[in-house]
């Protein structure tokens, strides 16, 4: 009997879902109000992502590429550390 839910082959695109989940988890943290860890995990995604889209052969990068090597390396870096630095250096508002 066939499985209902099929398990991708690239290791891009298993990684890429893993990653969509902890973007998910990160704005169900947002909605909650904890928006500073809400935002710094979901630019913690986006390094990781950076990360593996660095390391993980070209015949396996599935979902994970969208351009070249380079570019989505650079670009999903800058918008994770972007990110995360947001939710470090912006200051509390009164009511936190």
């Known amino acids: 009997m066939r499985s ?3 398990v991708p082959r690239s290791r891009g695109t298993q990684a890429y879902i893993v990653l969509l989940l902890v973007v998910l988890v990160g704005l169900v943290l947002v909605g909650l109000g904890h ?4 935002i710094v995990v979901v630019g913690g995604a986006f390094i990781v992502s950076a990360g593996l889209r660095a390391v993980v052969p070209e015949e396996q990068k599935g979902l994970l590429a969208v351009r070249s090597r380079g570019f ?3 670009w999903t870096a800058f918008l994770g550390i972007s990110l995360a630095v ?8 009164p009511d936190a």
């Open 4 to 6: 209902l839910l099929k």
């Open 35 to 38: 928006w500073r860890r809400g």
């Open 72 to 74: 989505d390396v650079a």
């Open 86 to 93: 947001l939710g470090f250096v912006v200051p509390p508002g």
